[in-house]
């Protein structure tokens, strides 16, 4: 597609459920981001792919919260028994290659999750 | 560490008004610096970005340059529209290791009439 595509574009879910968030990036780009905004926050990094590496975990904030990339494209990012304090803007990016290398990250506009 | 220091918000100013959101950042390394723009019910777009010291990023009538003797990287605008009403985030990636990009709070500004 055009951009990065995201779904749910809104989700409510009750505390103690589990959910899956879906991110297309744009085609051909070989680098995914998952980042998570939250009320007042900046942007939290949370997971990168990048081509068939193994990915950087390094910003999840519990064994809760896991990612998979299929087939080099679409991702799921998944959350576990879902908490309050986990309610939030997930926000899916996607670049050609590694956006420190001066190629420009592109952004979803994001899953906004509450959980109640 | 890395980390962003953003101006706290929100800002309110008049249409032409001139704009300053300040940024000043922490890095490891050489980092780049960046400035994304999130308008009401859209993704984070890329404003403008530099990759070096005394690098000016400009884009849409927004300038910033990347000081490093002040680790700032200031975003500017001699004349806002209504249209420019939007949050800004100043951001910056550590091309030492990091694959990813360190976020400021973001700043909403408000442009009225």
Same mark, same amino acid.
């Given at each position: 597609?055009?951009?990065?595509?995201?779904?749910?574009?809104?989700?409510?879910?009750?505390?103690?459920?589990?959910?899956?968030?879906?991110?297309?990036?744009?085609?051909?780009?070989?680098?995914?981001y998952?980042y998570r905004q939250s009320?007042?926050q900046g942007l939290e990094f949370l997971?990168?792919?990048?081509?068939?590496?193994?990915?950087?975990? &390094?910003? +999840?904030?519990?064994?809760?919260?896991?990612?998979?990339?299929?087939? *080099?494209?679409? %991702?799921? =990012? @998944?959350?576990?028994?879902?908490?309050?304090?986990?309610?939030a803007v997930?926000l899916?990016a &996607?670049? +050609?290659?590694?956006?420190?290398?001066?190629?420009?990250?592109?952004f *979803?506009?994001? %899953?906004? =999750? @509450?959980?109640? | 560490?890395?980390?962003v220091?953003?101006?706290?918000?929100?800002?309110?100013?008049?249409?032409?008004?001139?704009?300053?959101?300040?940024?000043?950042?922490?890095?490891?390394?050489?980092?780049?610096?960046?400035?994304y723009?999130q308008?009401?019910?859209?993704?984070l777009?890329?404003?403008?970005?530099?990759?070096?010291?005394?690098?000016?990023?400009?884009?849409?009538?927004?300038?910033?340059?990347?000081?490093?003797?002040?680790?700032?990287?200031?975003?500017?605008?001699?004349?806002?529209?209504?249209?420019?009403?939007?949050?800004?985030f100043?951001a910056?990636?550590?091309?030492?290791?990091?694959?990813n990009l360190f976020f400021g709070t973001g700043?909403?500004?408000?442009?009225?009439?």
């Amino acid at each position: 597609g055009a951009g990065v595509s995201q779904s749910p574009s809104n989700k409510v879910t009750e505390k103690g459920k589990d959910v899956e968030l879906r991110c297309d990036p744009i085609s051909g780009h070989t680098a995914l981001y998952w980042y998570r905004q939250s009320l007042g926050q900046g942007l939290e990094f949370l997971i990168y792919f990048q081509g068939n590496s193994a990915p950087d975990k &390094s910003g +999840l904030p519990s064994d809760r919260f896991s990612a998979e990339r299929t087939g *080099g494209s679409v %991702s799921t =990012l @998944t959350i576990q028994r879902t908490q309050q304090e986990d309610s939030a803007v997930y926000l899916c990016a &996607s670049s +050609l290659g590694q956006g420190n290398s001066g190629n420009t990250i592109y952004f *979803g506009e994001g %899953s906004w =999750l @509450t959980v109640v | 560490g890395n980390s962003v220091t953003q101006m706290e918000g929100p800002v309110t100013l008049s249409e032409e008004a001139f704009l300053t959101i300040n940024c000043t950042y922490t890095a490891t390394g050489y980092p780049s610096l960046f400035w994304y723009v999130q308008y009401p019910g859209e993704g984070l777009q890329l404003l403008l970005k530099a990759t070096k010291a005394d690098d000016k990023g400009s884009n849409k009538g927004f300038e910033a340059t990347y000081r490093k003797e002040t680790t700032s990287f200031h975003l500017e605008k001699g004349s806002v529209q209504v249209s420019d009403s939007a949050v800004y985030f100043c951001a910056l990636s550590d091309r030492s290791g990091a694959n990813n990009l360190f976020f400021g709070t973001g700043t909403r500004l408000t442009v009225i009439p």
